[in-house]
């Protein structure tokens, strides 16, 4: 199966391998002006599988589109300006189009009553969604109070590596992350994650469970 073939067939899929790729690219963009001009590319590719995964769900795909738009154009400017500002503005847009999106896939798997492939992919899918969302949310709390988290170093600046493994530490209820809330604020989206990373493990089995049960009842 070719990439275009694969993409079409498996847009959770394709969403999802980018994600996972992503995780391992980020650390290398980090370092440099070239890594971050790439990272800005990398977050218009996914934003743009975003989009089309939102189309195959029953949620409104040009609202996606609308608030793309802006991450995008915010985006297409870092990388030309380098700009390390405008990248929590473009993180309070593509916070509020992964949680769409999360919540959209999630309509697209419960409204069928068989799974697929694409449905056993968009489980994954919905999580890293989810995991992304709040890392987005975290950034945006540390551009507006610098105190809002801190660490064994000290340093008030974290990185997007930070914010995201913090995010997939809470989602999961490991706990291993070395950034830790300090605002009221902070420590609020971290309750509300770990809600979330609960409910949405417990919605997974649950349909699973209940899907096993109506085809043995067949």
């Given at each position: ?6 993409v ?27 890594g971050?001009?790439a990272?800005?590319i990398?977050g ?5 599988l975003?989009?089309?995964v939102?189309?195959?769900?029953p949620?409104?795909s040009?609202v996606?589109?609308l608030?793309?738009?802006?991450a995008?154009v915010?985006?297409v400017?870092?990388?030309f ?7 929590a503005?473009?993180s309070a ?6 949680f769409?999106?999360?919540f959209?896939m999630?309509?697209y ?6 799974v ?10 919905v999580?890293t ?11 945006v709390?540390n ?11 000290g340093?008030?600046v ?12 809470t989602l ?16 609020s989206v971290i309750?509300?994650e ?16 209940g ?5 043995k009842?067949?």
């Amino acid at each position: 199966m070719g990439v275009i073939a694969f993409v079409r067939q498996t847009p959770s899929g394709a969403i999802l391998v980018a994600q996972l790729v992503g995780i391992l690219a980020y650390p290398f963009m980090e370092q440099t002006a070239v890594g971050r001009a790439a990272f800005a590319i990398l977050g218009i590719t996914v934003l743009s599988l975003v989009v089309l995964v939102v189309r195959i769900t029953p949620f409104l795909s040009w609202v996606s589109v609308l608030i793309a738009a802006p991450a995008m154009v915010l985006l297409v400017i870092q990388v030309f300006t380098a700009s390390e500002q405008l990248f929590a503005w473009s993180s309070a847009f593509e916070a509020v189009l992964y949680f769409y999106a999360a919540f959209s896939m999630t309509a697209y798997m419960l409204a069928d009553t068989t799974v697929g492939r694409d449905e056993l992919f968009a489980i994954g899918t919905v999580f890293t969604f989810f995991a992304w969302a709040f890392a987005y949310v975290f950034v945006v709390l540390n551009a507006v109070d610098p105190l809002a988290f801190t660490a064994p170093t000290g340093d008030d600046v974290h990185s997007w590596m930070d914010m995201l493994f913090m995010s997939f530490t809470t989602l999961t209820g490991t706990g291993m992350t070395e950034v830790l809330p300090v605002s009221g604020q902070a420590k609020s989206v971290i309750m509300i994650e770990q809600v979330v990373g609960l409910f949405y493990v417990a919605m997974v089995v649950t349909r699973l469970i209940g899907l096993q049960a109506a085809r043995k009842r067949v």
